[in-house]
Every structure is written in C-alpha cells, then in structure tokens.
C-alpha cells in the first residue's frame, strides 16, 4: 500500500480506527517512530506524510510531518469506449486498467450487448480507489455512460476501433481514444456507423474477451 485514503488526511492530528487500524497496525505490523503516507479524495494531488505518535487496543493517532503536491499519473491519456460486458468480467480487470493508467472508461451499450448485463459506478469508483492506494496513483478513472453507440460517436469522431481487419497496431502514440466491442464484436449495423473510422488490430492471431483486449491494447498504448 503506497497510501492511504483518509477525508481528514491534511489535518495536524489523525486518529485511525476500523478497517485502517486493523490493515496498518495487525497486518502491516506498523509502530511508533513510522511514517505514513494519506490523501485524501477531495485533494488527491497533496501528498500528506504522517508520524505514527501512539497505538492504543484499537485506535492509534498520527502527526503531521509535511503536506506536498505529488502528482501520480501516465505520461499518455487514454479514453476507452466499451461496449457494455458482464461486471465480473469488468472487476477483474479494472485494477490492471487503473494501474496502466487509463484516464476514462465510457460503458456504451451496443447491439450485442447483454441487457440483463448493469453497470455499477459506484463500485467500480471503489475498485479503483483500491488500486489507486495500491499502486501510487493520484488521479481518479474517469467514468460515462451512454445509451448507444451513435450518442458516443457524436461526442467523440475522433476515436480509433480495435476491430477485425488488416492493419496491426505498432505504435500507439497520438491514440487518445479507441473503442472495444463486446462479447461477439460489433453487429453490422455498427460496423457501418464506424466505416470512416481508424480501424486497427492487434499482433496476435488469437480472438481476444472483450476485457483481454482492453488490457492489451491500453498496455500497448500506455506502457
């Protein structure tokens, strides 16, 4: 854990308990003389470094040493269309994303998209505010959603498709925004609303899951 998410991160005094407790003094095994490292979400871009003063049965309280501006981001920004696939398959993934440093997700619901399939926001904002302490990261995923491919292209006619075709990405640089189908790819209909689009593939000969292809294309793009 590189830092810890705490909305009174800034103040002089910090006093942990619950799950923070538990996870930096049993797990970390953390004591007094140690220093920490907080943010908070309404001021992620401040680094905050605390001094671990006492540690009672469940609580344990902090100073303040120093609060600098640490910023933690890709070099790159990358926005990602995807076409609207099962969460689980979303979850496992998101991390490796938000790592990589992916600036935005749009869920877009597409033709061969199961309807039964919900995109929960709120949980993938937590997954992320996990990852984000796990790895360094100081800015937030962005995420959209739209109802329909059309509505996305409208806003964004800039954007490049991982599709079946002949050209192979070699290098990724200026690809801002590119979108991944679903489960089954795009129907025909979509495929004619994306024909003055930039269509590209990867390498492999293999059919990649919708979320195999997010991650390599954003590992190939960001990395």
């Excluded at 470094?49 to 902090?62: D, G, H, I, W």
């Excluded at 099962?86 to 490796?96: R, T």
């Excluded at 302490?133 to 964004?156: C, V």
Aim: proline share 2%.
């Amino acid at each position: 854990m590189i830092y810890i998410f705490d909305e009174r991160a800034g103040g002089e005094l910090l006093e942990i308990k619950g799950e923070t407790f538990k996870y930096l003094i049993k797990v970390r095994r953390h004591t007094v003389g140690d220093r920490l490292s907080f943010r908070s979400q309404e001021r992620p871009q401040i680094l905050h470094t605390y001094k671990l003063l006492s540690v009672e049965p469940r609580s344990a309280t902090l100073a303040l040493e120093s609060s600098e501006e640490k910023v933690v981001k890709s070099e790159a920004e990358l926005h990602i269309g995807w076409c609207i696939i099962d969460a689980k398959s979303v979850e496992k993934v998101l991390p490796s994303l938000c790592e990589m440093g992916v600036s935005k997700i749009s869920f877009i619901s597409c033709r061969r998209s199961q309807k039964n399939f919900k995109v929960d926001l709120k949980r993938y904002e937590r997954i992320v505010e996990a990852s984000m302490q796990q790895s360094g990261r100081s800015t937030f995923m962005e995420f959209a959603l739209y109802k329909n491919l059309e509505s996305f292209l409208q806003e964004h006619e800039d954007v490049k498709v991982f599709d079946f075709c002949d050209k192979i990405l070699e290098d990724g640089k200026g690809f801002t925004t590119v979108l991944i189908g679903c489960e089954g790819g795009f129907s025909p209909e979509e495929r004619e609303l994306l024909a003055a689009q930039e269509v590209f593939r990867l390498k492999s000969p293999m059919v990649l899951r919708s979320e195999s292809a997010v991650a390599a294309v954003a590992a190939k793009i960001l990395l």
